[in-house]
């Protein structure tokens, strides 16, 4: 659970040039005494590290299993060997190109099957691969099953890198390079939006985050990061032919990354060495133990894998690095985020309707699962600066009248408006957009992530850097005003002390605070608080409810859905009782206690 480690911004002087002197340390290798055998490893595993740190990215962070990605790499390979032999086309120039191809590609693969859920976009990606696979093999122009020889070398400002020393430089400056700006790029607000893609998508779709659009990005880079590699791969090998690329390629690069730690940039290093050095020395021992040569490494690495996968999910990096940090641990980074942030600019506000506006109309909203009427044309307003309760008997439709005004469900008739425009049919992220943000009855995060981190995503929508401006750091300032308002509003709930802890860590109390703050960090019109008591003890209960008179004291309109009438009783301006589906009664907490109606359907319910 330590994919935080890798985020970590620079702290003490020697942690802070550590990673730089073992960048240095590597790159120095090919001047030392070191036999051509291991540089020529070594390149073998930046080449492959490259594949896998995109596997990071797509099945470690995003949750998005990918088979394929072997397929990309002899995109990358194959389009700028023709390109440099048949047409004389510098690698220089032809890297793009086939970067080019792989965003096309990876595009029109991505409309296809990242929609798909479940076990079928892993299917997809094996579909994919085979035909990219067969494509090569059967191209007459691509040399069929015996590729493309004579493959030019690449040359640096006229040097030629001929020898696997010199290419060393480029394999690796490649690969350090792309890890560095994924290790940037996740510890930014995109970032937070691509590991928000595991929380749950409606929980990323409630701060405003289109995850489709954020499964595309990672997997056109994963298909950028596999292209790279094979551009590396052809020009080093010199010739390229289809077996390379073949599906059980693609399952190795996988293999790799879930060995190595798929939950972490430099898993995917640690992946890619042990692979390497592995395969070799089992390729060497298995034909004598078992006496004659065959692909017998392929059923060690499934059963290892196997293995990995019942015992260390989280592969084999967490290990290493609880090792080193046992040994070398107070020259390493500090893993908490120093607070960098104080003097940065507020995040912008959003107009706010003025105390006493019409700010929600629903409206007989109704909705149907197959025969269940589970909320049964439902009516009543919110007006700004008002506490409404929502209370009714588990399962009376509370959470579903929710979810239909925030656009998690679709009104099978009815309507919703917000701030005097209809909101129905509208996206969740369209509507948070708008001004209402919410929390969720089975509290939705990352457990990975601090709890700052969380309660930035919340201001995703009131932030714009993108991947690009995230990789080259020039975001900075921006992710100090989104860490401020993470902050602030942390303070605002009373946890301002916990900012540093992983969410996870958390008991069930403060991840509800958490999921207010964070609700809170989109500068909302409206907070819905979906039952945000249950399961509190009754201190952690009484401090809430403390949090909400005072968010209502600063003028905030909050929509509260409580199955503990005791709770809203002190707490809300008005009420609205459900039972089975309908609206029992409205009013006043004073005139909703003295209903015998709601007596009836608590007492009812709760024998
Ligand atoms: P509450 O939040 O008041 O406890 P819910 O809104 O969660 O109640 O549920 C209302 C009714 O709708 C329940 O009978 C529940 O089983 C049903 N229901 C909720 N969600 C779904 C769904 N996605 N599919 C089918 N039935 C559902
Ligand atoms: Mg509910």
């Keep these: 659970m330590t994919t935080t480690t890798s985020i970590s911004s620079s702290g003490s002087p020697i942690g802070r040039y550590l990673p730089l002197a073992l960048a240095a340390i590597l790159l120095a ?11 020529t490893q070594l390149n073998y595993i930046g080449l492959w590290a490259l594949v896998s740190l995109g596997l990071v990215l797509l099945t470690g962070v995003a949750g998005l299993t990918s088979f394929g990605q072997a397929a990309f790499v002899g995109l990358g390979a194959y389009t700028s060997a023709f390109l440099a032999t048949k047409f ?37 990606t094996i579909a994919w691969g085979l035909s990219l696979y067969y494509t090569m093999s059967n191209m007459e122009f691509l040399g069929k099953y015996d590729g493309i ?39 930014s607000r995109t970032g937070r ?142 893993t908490q985020r120093v607070r960098d942030w104080g003097d940065a600019a507020k995040l912008e506000e959003r107009d706010k309707p ?7 109309e629903v409206d007989k909203a109704r909705k149907q699962f197959g025969g269940l009427v589970a909320v049964n044309d439902v009516s009543f307003t919110i007006r700004a600066g008002d506490i409404v309760g929502l209370i009714g008997p588990n399962g009376a439709g509370k959470s579903t009248t929710f979810n239909l005004i925030t656009g998690v469900l679709e009104l099978t008739s009815g309507s919703v408006r917000f701030r005097g425009q209809p909101v129905s049919g509208l996206p969740s992220r369209e509507i948070a957009r708008r001004g209402m943000s919410r929390t969720f009855q089975h509290v939705k995060m990352l457990p990975d992530m601090t709890v700052l981190e969380n309660v930035a995503l919340g201001g995703y929508l009131r932030s714009h850097a993108g991947v690009v401006k995230a990789m080259l750091r020039l975001d900075r300032d921006e992710e100090k005003r989104l860490f401020l308002e993470a902050e602030t509003q942390l303070e605002r709930i009373g946890m301002g002390g916990q900012m540093h802890e992983l969410a996870g860590n958390l008991a069930l109390g403060p991840q509800r605070l958490m999921e207010i703050a964070r609700a809170l960090a989109t500068d909302p019109a409206l907070l819905l608080l979906d039952e945000p008591a249950a399961g509190l003890r009754h201190k952690e209960k009484q401090a809430l409810a403390a949090v909400l008179r005072q968010l209502k004291d600063e003028g905030l309109s909050i929509l509260l859905v409580e199955h503990d009438m005791d709770f809203v009783m002190n707490l809300t301006d008005r009420i609205v009782v459900m039972e089975f589906g309908t609206r029992l009664i409205e009013g006043t907490p004073a005139e909703v206690q003295a209903s015998p109606k709601v007596r009836a359907a608590y007492l009812g319910t709760e024998h």
Excluded: C
């Design 193 to 334: 939006a691509i590991r928000s893609l595991k929380g749950g998508i409606t929980m990323a779709e409630a701060m405003g985050i289109s995850t489709y659009r954020y499964k595309v990005i990672v997997f056109v880079l994963a298909a950028i990061l596999a292209s790279l590699s094979g551009w590396l791969f052809a020009h080093f090998q010199r010739t390229v032919n289809p077996s390379p690329f073949a599906i059980s390629k693609g399952i190795e690069f996988l293999f790799m990354a879930v060995l190595g730690g798929v939950g972490n940039v430099w898993g995917a290093f640690t992946g890619a060495a042990l692979v390497k050095l592995v395969e070799d020395q089992l390729q060497v021992l298995l034909p004598r133990l078992l006496g004659s040569s065959g692909n017998y490494e392929v059923i060690v690495f499934g059963l290892v894998l196997v293995i990995v996968l019942k015992y260390a999910p989280q592969g084999l990096w967490p290990y290493l690095m609880k090792a080193v940090q046992a040994v070398a641990g107070r020259w390493l980074p500090p």
């Design 29 to 39: 290798l090919p001047q030392l005494p070191v036999p051509e055998f291991w540089i």
């Design 149 to 187: 020889l004579g493959v030019p070398v690449i040359e640096f400002f006229g040097i030629p890198l001929q020898s696997g020393r010199s290419y060393f430089y480029l394999i690796w400056i490649v690969a350090l390079l792309a890890a560095v700006a994924v290790v940037r790029l996740l510890d």
């Design 354 to 360: 003025r105390r006493g506006e019409l700010l929600l």
């Design 88 to 124: 004389a086309v510098s690698p220089w120039i032809t890297v793009w190109v086939g970067v080019a191809i792989t965003i096309v590609v990876a595009l029109v693969l991505a409309a296809i099957t990242l929609r798909m859920s479940g076990h079928y976009l892993p299917l997809a």
